[in-house]
């Protein structure tokens, strides 16, 4: 009995000594009507903000697009320039042969003269009709000798002429084409001109732009949930799963060579192999199976048949920008790898790396050969 008191006393003190268990206040209407608010003014902000990056980055869009454009110009001028110094030194090449031909056809002109005013050779036909004495049989033969040398000067004389002629029109071809040339090393200066303000004024209001991009970015991913964070990098990380293909194709070699220059930064009008702008990439890239593309988006966009977007295979060209007369208005390439995705060079500040094909200025695809 006392054992049993003792043990009682003890529970009691025990318990007297230990707090007691609160239970999970419950909350107020108050409560909840703050938290709903606080949702609600964060999915404003979160809405705020979102439109101001988008306005930020088709901002950003519109600016590189431009650049491009005038990029691409120059680089569609370098191609013209070469053509044109081709077709300077060929143009060149046949008047120097034509120049020679007539100097020939000339000093034959020149013996001729000399023989005819001068000479003995031409003399001694004549002079053998004169004391000939042999009947009729050797004057036929004499005559027979002066008419076949009147033909051979004839052909003399036409030869100089004809060579005269061919010079003639060869040397108007020559000054056309050295007129050419002049004139396209005259565009591709003002080409470069352009190109080097436009990438100015783009590293000036993309920098501005990019510090703008990212504040608001930070204030949006500070407005979505973790989840939604994980859910957007986790996505950002499988576009790059799976895109290098075993295939053996030409489209697929090039498409994987792609992939090994990613994080090579941008630079314009270069081909490689540190930087790259666009269509110095894709002619690289096709470059490594053996087909020869221009350094232009002018050229690359009727480098083959062209291919509907649902039939896309590894290594297509897809092309950026309008589809018009003038090649110039196609300011954009990259190289398909597959999944709706891309490996480009972007623009002035930016590297080479993957992004979706599928953008407003998406006009078509090419497959080289």
């Not at 609160?22 to 404003?44: C, H, I, L, N, Y």
């Not at 004809?162 to 591709?188: K, P, S």
């Not at 992939?259 to 002619?283: F, H, I, N, R």
């Not at 590894?314 to 790898?337: A, K, S």
Request: proline share 3%.
């Amino acid at each position: 009995m006392r054992a049993f008191r003792a043990g009682l006393l003890a529970g009691c003190l025990l318990v007297g000594m230990c707090p007691p268990v609160m239970a999970e206040p419950v909350p107020s209407s108050r409560d909840v009507k703050k938290a709903r608010q606080t949702v609600r003014e964060r999915s404003k902000r979160l809405g705020e903000t979102s439109a101001r990056l988008a306005t930020a980055q088709s901002r950003l869009g519109r600016l590189a697009a431009e650049v491009e454009r005038l990029v691409e110009a120059y680089n569609g001028e370098l191609v013209q320039l070469r053509r044109a110094e081709q077709a300077n030194e060929q143009a060149k090449a046949r008047l120097a042969a034509a120049d020679a031909e007539v100097e020939l056809a000339r000093r034959d002109v020149a013996l001729l003269a000399a023989e005819t005013y001068g000479g003995a050779a031409m003399r001694e036909p004549f002079l053998g009709i004169l004391i000939d004495q042999g009947g009729t049989d050797g004057m036929l033969h004499r005559a027979g000798v002066l008419e076949h040398m009147s033909s051979e000067r004839a052909a003399i004389l036409a030869r100089m002429r004809d060579a005269q002629e061919v010079a003639t029109i060869l040397r108007i071809q020559a000054a056309n084409a050295y007129n050419a040339h002049r004139a396209a090393t005259e565009r591709a200066r003002l080409a470069k001109i352009a190109a080097t303000e436009a990438v100015a004024r783009q590293r000036r209001d993309t920098k501005a732009l990019r510090a703008r991009e990212e504040h608001l970015q930070r204030k949006v991913d500070a407005a979505r949930t973790r989840a939604q964070l994980l859910a957007r990098r986790k996505a950002a990380a499988a576009s790059l799963t799976g895109l290098v293909s075993r295939g053996s194709a030409l489209g697929d070699v090039a498409a994987n060579w792609a992939l090994t220059q990613l994080g090579k930064p941008y630079v314009w009008a270069a081909d490689g192999p540190e930087t790259y702008d666009c269509s110095g990439l894709t002619m690289r890239a096709w470059e490594k199976v053996g087909v020869r593309l221009d350094h232009w988006t002018g050229t690359q966009w009727t480098s083959g048949p062209h291919v509907p977007l649902d039939q896309l295979r590894r290594g297509d060209l897809v092309f950026f920008g309008r589809v018009t007369d003038d090649p110039g208005t196609i300011h954009h390439v990259g190289i398909y790898v597959g999944r709706g995705q891309m490996v480009h060079a972007p623009q002035t500040g930016d590297v080479v790396r993957v992004a979706s094909i599928y953008r407003g200025d998406l006009v078509g695809a090419t497959r080289p050969r």
